[in-house]
T-cell receptor, first 115, second 108 residues
């Protein structure tokens, strides 16, 4: 079993839809949860990050972490064609030593928002 | 502010050749990483470093080597290139991983 599981999609939605992207994980030591957006032929860029459980909102984006279920989500409201990209979840533990800060990524979900 | 800079952007290698992928960051980050990304496979950690002089293996280190003599630079060395090393390589720095634009490597 992979430490982080993410549905690769692809996911296709109409403009204006609410998008839900999800990851599950098995390592209970994960404390930091990140979402990255990657446009075609570009490097991933950090979109949002959350420490431990709870919600975080930034404009049209909301990140949720449920540590009891080992489940994280990214919601995109009023989706736009410019949101079309691959979305990667990533996690790291707070175990200390050299493992601190080392990120484990999901496979990425390919999202297309069509006009 | 350049962030994370990777060179070269593209490279074609013949089997058995060697090369070094360069990575430089100007954000004074201690943490630096090398990932490879294969289609549909996400990002796999090759090596990482928590500071100058300290490096450690990631998930897929075989066939690669790294060094970290300064905070800014974290080069990745490929010895005896193999077709299985055809991939896109990303360098990143910082605990939240700020990525470079990648190096597309093809081994033929």
């Amino acid at each position: 079993q992979k430490e982080v599981e993410q549905d690769p999609g692809p996911l296709s939605v109409p403009e204006g839809a609410i998008v839900s992207l999800n990851c599950t994980y098995s390592n209970s030591a994960f404390q930091y949860f990140m979402w990255y957006r990657q446009y075609s032929r570009k490097g991933p860029e950090l979109l949002m990050y959350t420490y431990s459980s709870g919600n975080k909102e930034d404009g049209r984006f909301t990140a949720q972490v449920d540590k009891s279920s080992k489940y994280i989500s990214l919601f995109i409201r009023d989706s736009q064609p410019s949101d079309s990209a691959t979305y990667l979840c990533a996690m790291s533990s707070n175990a200390g030593g050299t493992s601190y800060g080392k990120l484990t990524f999901g496979q990425g979900t390919i999202l297309t928002v069509h006009p | 502010n350049a962030g994370v800079t990777q060179t070269p952007k593209f490279r074609i290698l013949k089997i058995g050749q060697s090369m070094t992928l360069q990575c430089t960051q100007d954000m004074n980050h201690n943490y630096m990483y090398w990932y490879r990304q294969d289609p549909g496979m996400g990002l796999k950690l090759i090596y990482y470093s928590v500071g100058a002089g300290i490096t450690d293996k990631g998930e897929v280190p075989n066939g690669y080597n790294v060094s970290r003599s300064t905070t800014e630079d974290f080069p990745l060395r490929l010895e005896l290139a193999a077709p299985s090393q055809t991939s896109v390589y990303f360098c990143a720095s910082g605990k939240l991983a700020f990525f470079g634009q990648g190096t597309r490597l093809t081994v033929v």
